[in-house]
Each structure stands twice: as structure tokens, then as C-alpha cells.
């Protein structure tokens, strides 16, 4: 079972926390991102992506500036959770058009103005992007529910997101 799924860029600022079993208080959890944050950044590249933390395992991956964690039982299997952060990359990217920190951070469940400038690429080159109403959060519960994967089709996942979207302009 996936406890937390945690997006940070190299800073350590977070850009994306959804706790499926969270901790007793907002303090808790500020603390364990910060520790957490610590961990991947400061671990060289030579070792795994798995790092047993008190009484689960981390399994994260980079992609260019942004380090994707998961939090997940001691006994799941590891290369099942990079496949599914890898997936959700993949649904980021594909809803996106080379998606980039700046869409991470300004769209989580909002609008985003077609004049908003597309700099720091995080997945690809700089290209103008022609969606104009994605939802980080729907899109990962879509993906993930109550910290079990739900749906693994790229195309079923995001043709509700692009459903979510046409019913909320109605």
C-alpha cells in the first residue's frame, strides 16, 4: 500500500504531497518531507532508489530538477513503485505537452492562463502548451486510490480527466 506520494524539486521545496495515511498532525508531516527531502537529495547516484525509512520503504526517482517519492510497505515490491511513479511522469507529460515545474505549481486544481510563462523544462524542450484546464491531483486519483493503484491505462486516466473537464465547463 502506498502511504504518501511526495513530488520536491532540488530545493526541497514540495510541489505535490498526497498522504493516504497520514500522520497524527500538519507538523509531522512537514518534519518527515523535510527528512525525506534530505535523503534523496544527498544520496549519490551509484545507489538503488529504495531507502528503508522507519516503518515503511521510500522508492523515488528523479527526473531532471523534481524527485518523485513514494512511500510504500516494507515488503512491496520496489520496481512496482518506480513503475508506477514512472507512470505518472508519463500521464504528466502527456497531458501537459512536455510538462514543467511552473504547470505543477500553478495547476493543481485551477485554470491556468495561457499567458503564463513556460520556463524550468523539467521533461522535455520548452514548448507552448494548448491545455488549459489540467488538475495535478485529479489526475493522480485517477491513477491512485485511498494509496492502491486503480487504473494503469494512460488513455482511460486521462480521457476522464479530459471528461472531469468538459463536464466542469457545462
Given at each position: 500500500?502506498?502511504r ?7 530545493q526541497?521545496?514540495t ?14 508531516k ?10 534523496v ?6 545507489y538503488t532508489s ?31 513503485c ?11 507529460d ?10 505543477i ?10 499567458a503564463l510563462?513556460?520556463t524550468?523544462p523539467v ?9 488549459t484546464?489540467?488538475?495535478?491531483y485529479?489526475?493522480?486519483?485517477e491513477?491512485i ?20 473537464e468538459?463536464r466542469?465547463k457545462?
Amino acid at each position: 500500500m502506498i502511504r504518501f506520494f511526495l513530488l520536491q524539486n532540488r530545493q526541497g521545496k514540495t510541489r505535490l504531497s498526497k498522504w493516504y495515511v497520514a500522520p497524527a498532525d500538519e507538523s509531522e508531516k512537514v518534519r518527515l518531507e523535510d527528512e525525506i527531502h534530505r535523503l534523496v537529495v544527498s544520496r549519490d547516484r551509484k545507489y538503488t532508489s529504495f531507502i528503508e525509512f522507519l516503518n515503511y520503504k521510500l522508492v523515488y526517482r528523479r527526473y531532471a530538477g523534481l524527485f518523485f517519492t513514494i512511500a510504500v510497505d516494507i515488503n512491496d515490491n520496489e520496481l512496482a513503485c518506480l513503475e508506477t511513479i514512472h507512470l505518472f511522469v508519463e500521464l504528466l507529460d502527456q497531458y501537459f505537452s512536455n510538462v514543467c515545474e511552473l504547470d505543477i505549481v500553478f495547476n493543481f486544481n485551477k485554470v491556468r492562463s495561457p499567458a503564463l510563462p513556460r520556463t524550468l523544462p523539467v521533461f522535455g524542450p520548452n514548448s507552448p502548451s494548448t491545455h488549459t484546464a489540467p488538475q495535478v491531483y485529479s489526475i493522480l486519483d485517477e491513477y491512485i486510490l485511498a494509496g492502491e493503484i486503480q487504473e494503469t491505462s494512460k488513455k482511460e486516466i486521462l480521457d476522464r480527466i479530459k471528461e472531469m473537464e468538459k463536464r466542469e465547463k457545462d
